[in-house]
């Protein structure tokens, strides 16, 4: 099969759809497949990545228009430039705007879900109305559906009477020692099993503002929190962050981590925190999981999906309050969570490693591609 992956941002910049795309078309290439990955940039040009073809094309800046108008020319460059294409992937709604397009050229289609873009704080309640009727306009106009959870898959057929396939986010699991030595502990001044960790974007969805002042207000007896992540399109975010933590030298902003330095705060961290108030399948708590971490998530489906109900500490959405004494349950309790590690690395090896999702995807591929 040729299959085209249309939707992610620079997959050298890998947040979570750009994750997955990298992981699986590599993973299809390995299985003898063919892969082409279409990724928003500032630049154009093509690459080849570990037998993946790469295509970068520019975007408008506008976060509503960006995604709609490279799915437009990349859709038209899949029709008109490559040969004998099997699928087109659409990764979320916008790019999907134009499946018409690829179906009246004969090439099947389909559209993956990663989570509800119109839930996102970044939009105005007018843009999350439009967003939402694309959402719905899109779970229509496209034959095929995959969702990266079972939550936004009974979500789609609750909503829309449509009945999406679930294929799930998986992960690599990580080595017995390091790949590569990384000074990223002594540099930041941290200690081993002596910081909480926070990985992600820096959006409000993920709440890391409530993870700060909830920290903050905690009795953290020497514990640090770190804060790895970026966002350079939302720098009056990213610098309201750094004021909440003016004063405190427990928290450590370490910007965007890849590599041995991700790596390394992965192996040393004590908790790995996650209180979104939105999530598909978070790529990087299957990547904590799998490295033994003790998880404290906000209560939410999708962390509910993957982490069970008695093997993680757990708070609300939004709430200070809650954060502060799951922070002090935690350093109170380091024999409970020492049995949370096994049994979270059990359940990536079980069910969501990128071996088995690529066996996965490629059966349900093959049913519906051309060739």
């Avoid at 040969?83 to 916008?94: D, E, T």
């Avoid at 399109?233 to 750094?242: G, I, K, Q, S």
Wanted: aromatic share 12%; glycine share 6%; charged share 25%.
């Amino acid at each position: 099969m040729k299959i085209v992956f249309i939707g992610c941002r620079d997959i050298h910049l890998l947040g979570g759809i750009e994750n997955y795309m990298y992981n699986l078309s590599r993973g299809l290439v390995a299985m003898g497949h063919e892969a082409v990955v279409y990724c928003e940039s500032d630049r154009n040009a093509v690459e080849d990545l570990d037998g993946v073809k790469v295509i970068y094309m520019k975007g408008p800046k506008s976060n509503l228009l960006c995604k709609p108008w490279v799915g437009l020319k990349a859709t038209l460059r899949t029709i008109f430039r490559e040969r004998k294409v099997s699928l087109i992937h659409y990764n979320a709604w916008p790019p999907s705007l134009w499946s018409w397009m690829a179906s009246l050229a004969g090439i099947p289609s389909l559209m993956m879900g990663h989570g509800h873009e119109w839930q996102r704080s970044k939009y105005s309640p007018r843009q999350q109305k439009v967003l939402k009727f694309m959402e719905k306009y899109t779970a229509h106009s496209n034959s095929h559906l995959l969702m990266c959870s079972e939550a936004q898959t009974r979500y789609f057929k609750a909503n829309y009477g449509v009945e999406p396939y679930t294929m799930p986010t998986a992960v690599n699991l990580p080595s017995a020692e390091p790949a590569e030595a990384s000074d990223i502990l002594l540099r930041f001044g941290l200690e081993k099993g002596r910081f909480f960790l926070y990985m992600g974007r820096l959006v409000q969805d993920k709440n890391p503002d409530f993870l700060i002042r909830g920290f903050r207000a905690a009795q953290h007896e020497g514990f640090k929190l770190v804060i790895a992540g970026a966002n350079d399109a939302m720098p009056e975010y990213v610098a309201h962050l750094h004021s909440l933590a003016e004063g405190c030298d427990d928290v450590i902003f370490t910007g965007a981590v890849y590599g041995a330095d991700k790596d390394a705060l992965l192996r040393n961290a004590y908790v790995f925190c996650l209180p979104s108030t939105i999530e598909g399948l978070s790529i990087v708590l299957l990547e904590a999981m799998s490295y033994r971490l003790p998880v404290l998530a906000s209560d939410i489906e999708a962390n509910r999906e993957v982490l069970e109900k008695d093997r993680a500490v757990w708070v609300r959405p939004e709430s200070d309050d809650d954060i502060r004494d799951a922070v002090q349950t935690c350093i109170a309790s380091p024999d409970t969570l020492a049995g949370y590690r096994d049994y979270n690395y059990d359940k990536i090896v079980r069910s969501y490693t990128w071996d088995s999702v690529t066996r996965r995807y490629a059966g349900y591929a093959s049913r519906i591609a051309k060739f």
